[in-house]
């Protein structure tokens, strides 16, 4: 075989190129491309960030656990996934700024993932923020939705109803961030009372059936009206406090100033 002109080996590596690569006339030639560029980054981060590829922000992938499905119930009370890159918590700057810190040490333990906490300018509103595809990824692939919680009308994941253990973790998030301890008081022959109870709330009713369900379970006296539900007697408030328990300083110290005055 003679020696090939300068055209004829320009011809026979666009060739080999194109069996490489994909033709890049066409999308699935470009796609191929792709996704040869990005192993090729993905092996040289250093080479990448100095041409300003900007890569996916690596997580950790928990195995199914309490603590797992309790984040799920936060993020189902007070948690949004608006979009494709973003996980958002709301919170009460001023009464539930401890419970924050908890969480924001909850999704770095489980996700180990950066965030950052914002205060509204025009309310005591706080939220936390991780961006994040994979995080947000990995939430829907555990049966979270994007979007609207009430037009999705969200409920606990299959599999966190698929064990008591983490229905039970499930309900202390959404209590702790969409339910509470309240006093409830009312008037009898000229005479006033109060008694505590724990009451959650949504506009899901799937949710409110589960919760219910939870609490049924575990043989509490339980009621179910309208978006609540609720747990009356002092006894029972005791009892969950006790059996569940809360993450929720706010709760627990308005849990504890209520016995301190009976005494």
């Known amino acids: 075989m003679g020696t090939l002109t300068i055209s004829e080996r320009a ?3 666009g060739l080999k190129r194109i069996t490489l690569h994909g033709n890049p006339g066409t999308p699935l030639g470009r796609s191929k491309g792709g996704k040869k560029t990005i192993d090729f980054f993905r092996k040289n981060p250093s080479y990448a ?39 958002t918590i709301s919170f009460n700057y001023e009464t539930d700024n401890q419970y924050a810190s908890y969480i924001c040490n909850l999704l770095k333990e489980l996700f180990s993932v950066n965030y950052y906490v914002h205060k509204r300018k025009d309310s005591n509103g706080g939220v936390i923020v991780v961006s994040s595809m994979n995080l947000i990824n990995f939430l829907l692939t555990q049966g979270l939705l994007k979007g609207n919680k009430i037009k999705n009308q969200i409920d606990m994941p299959s599999w966190i109803k698929e064990r008591l253990n983490y229905q039970i973790a499930c309900s202390r998030g959404l209590m702790d961030t969409d339910g509470g301890l309240y006093l409830h008081k009312y008037r009898s022959n000229s005479k006033f009372y109060e008694y505590p109870k ?15 369900e939870v609490f049924s379970k575990l043989n509490f006296k339980v009621y179910l009206r309208g978006h609540h539900v609720s747990i009356y007697s002092l006894s029972e408030v005791k009892r969950y406090f006790r059996e569940i328990g809360s993450h929720n300083p706010k709760h627990l110290l308005r849990f504890e100033k209520y016995f301190d005055r009976l005494n």
């Open 11 to 13: 011809r026979l590596g």
């Open 49 to 87: 960030q100095t041409v300003g590829f900007v890569r996916r922000k690596e997580i950790k992938y928990p195995e199914r656990s309490e603590k797992l499905a309790e984040i799920i119930g936060i993020i189902l009370g007070d948690g949004a996934l608006p979009g494709n890159h973003q996980l």
């Open 198 to 212: 724990l009451c959650f709330t949504s506009h899901s009713k799937p949710l409110l059936r589960s919760v219910h």
